[in-house]
């Protein structure tokens, strides 16, 4: 059975930091490129940042380069999302995602956790 765990999200003033890990188990997870989404009230679900599989090489939204980094532990199967400078847009359910494709069989695999709460207000 495959599980991401987000945890870290809570309540921070603006200007705050805070840092979210995702637990991932139940599969290969150096096999699978990771990333974080995110999405607010009445919004459409965005990417955030995202992680190839050895963290070679990472990519972030306009909105929050500069302020945030994304990285990865394959030892412990986790990945992370360091966020400094929060503002009060930054306010939304936090998502990872896993995702791989499988040449040989022409497949993708996808999966998201259930989501962790960041809250940014003074």
């Known amino acids: 059975q495959v599980q991401l765990v987000e945890s870290g999200g809570g309540l921070v003033q603006p200007g705050g930091s805070l840092r979210l890990s995702c637990a991932v188990s139940g599969v290969t997870f150096s096999s699978y490129a990771m990333s974080w989404h995110r999405q607010a009230p009445g919004k459409e679900r965005e990417l955030v940042a995202g992680i190839t599989t050895y963290g070679d090489s990472t990519s972030y939204a306009d909105s929050v380069k500069g302020r945030f980094t994304i990285s990865r532990d394959n030892d412990k199967n986790t990945v992370y999302l360091q966020m400094n400078s929060l503002k009060p847009e930054d306010t939304a359910v936090y998502y990872c995602?896993?995702?791989?494709?499988?040449?040989?069989?022409?497949?993708?695999?996808?999966?998201w956790g259930q989501g962790t709460q960041v809250t940014v207000s003074s």
């Open positions: 995602n896993a995702f791989t494709i499988v040449l040989a069989s022409v497949r993708k695999y996808e999966y």
